[in-house]
């Protein structure tokens, strides 16, 4: 399977460490060897080559900061434009991990409609584009006969999206709601423990829970993000952020967290969908709920069905590896499929 992915941050650059350790084991058990032939960023550059990237160079270079500095090899093509090189390059499936933008989908969603156009799979680790260009997504996909494929978009690797639109199947899901933020988590957690909301979110961020301006996280539209794609997955109801009630956690004070404990209740950020709606917002959960067991940067999401009544899955939400495995899982998919 030859891949093109388009970022190659902290995300991407987790996906190729996992290629390149488990090779061996991804080909004995499934079959599957893949072949990354292209790289495309909007800061560190792009590159080319037909037969394949060395990927422990690749990894060097941008580790560096610069795709510049992968070695200067015969056949590699540099610093094409992105979209231009979506449409060249031979690859089967495009992996989409740049920088997220929940407001447009762009450029990622532009890249996305470029690569089923153009003969390749999609798989993404980048909400925008799925978020905001659902529809659009699928129809490319259809005309081209190609998957689209977007497991790492919430929860990271915990397969959520393959519990609800694969293992449950059969059943009928008339919610989900969860805990798909897990630098709010992590905050409300530590403060439960008698650290101010300001300390929390300062350690949060030494951490890497959270960026230097935390507002996507603590506000909630992360949260939200990650509910637009579940509304689509699990209801096709074409939700918008302006459709969602969103709030963060930000106005939580170490007395509500007190109140909360003395009434045997833990406050959590809340992301619910049903097909009426959905909200994003700082709930009191008992303590009977398996979410309020969750703790730390956990994410868990719960899903209300017919048959099986309530289904509660709990594990990482974000991370390098995690995120990397997410993908990882979609590939593996696309090989079953088709291969």
């Not at 798909?180 to 961020?205: C, F, K, V």
């Not at 230097?212 to 939200?224: I, R, T």
Request: glycine share 12%.
């Amino acid at each position: 399977m030859k891949l093109m992915l388009v970022g190659f941050g902290v995300v991407g650059q987790g996906l190729v460490e996992i290629l390149r350790d488990k090779r061996a084991e991804l080909e004995s058990r499934y079959g599957f060897r893949a072949q990354v032939v292209a790289v495309a960023t909007r800061s560190k550059g792009t590159l080319y080559h037909p037969d394949g990237l060395n990927l422990d160079w690749l990894l060097d270079a941008a580790q560096r900061g610069s795709l510049a500095l992968y070695p200067p090899v015969d056949g590699v093509i540099r610093d094409e434009g992105i979209l231009t090189l979506i449409r060249r390059v031979e690859a089967d499936v495009l992996v989409e991990v740049s920088p997220t933008n929940l407001h447009t989908g762009q450029p990622a969603l532009s890249y996305c409609l470029a690569a089923f156009d153009s003969g390749k799979h999609v798989v993404l680790a980048n909400k925008g584009p799925v978020a905001v260009g659902y529809d659009e997504l699928l129809e490319h996909a259809g005309q081209a006969g190609k998957l689209l494929r977007f497991e790492g978009t919430v929860m990271a690797g915990t397969p959520s999206i393959r519990l609800a639109m694969q293992a449950l199947r059969g059943c009928v899901i008339a919610e989900a709601r969860g805990i798909l933020n897990g630098t709010t988590n992590y905050i409300l957690t530590q403060m439960e423990s008698g650290m101010s909301y300001a300390d929390a979110l300062a350690q949060a961020q030494q951490l890497g829970y959270a960026e230097a301006d935390p507002a996507g996280d603590v506000d909630g539209w992360d949260a939200a993000g990650k509910l637009l794609i579940l509304a689509r997955a699990l209801f096709n109801i074409p939700l918008k952020m302006d459709d969602l009630e969103v709030k963060g956690i930000s106005g939580i004070s170490l007395d509500d967290v007190k109140a909360a404990q003395a009434a045997g209740e833990r406050w959590k950020l809340i992301a619910r969908i049903t097909p009426e709606g959905g909200s994003v917002g700082p709930v009191r959960v008992p303590l009977s709920s398996p979410l309020a067991a969750v703790s730390g940067a956990t994410n868990a999401v719960t899903y209300v069905t017919d048959l099986l009544g309530e289904v509660t899955l709990v594990g990482s939400g974000a991370g390098r590896l995690q995120t990397g495995f997410g993908l990882l899982s979609d590939l593996l998919d696309i090989h079953e499929r088709t291969g």
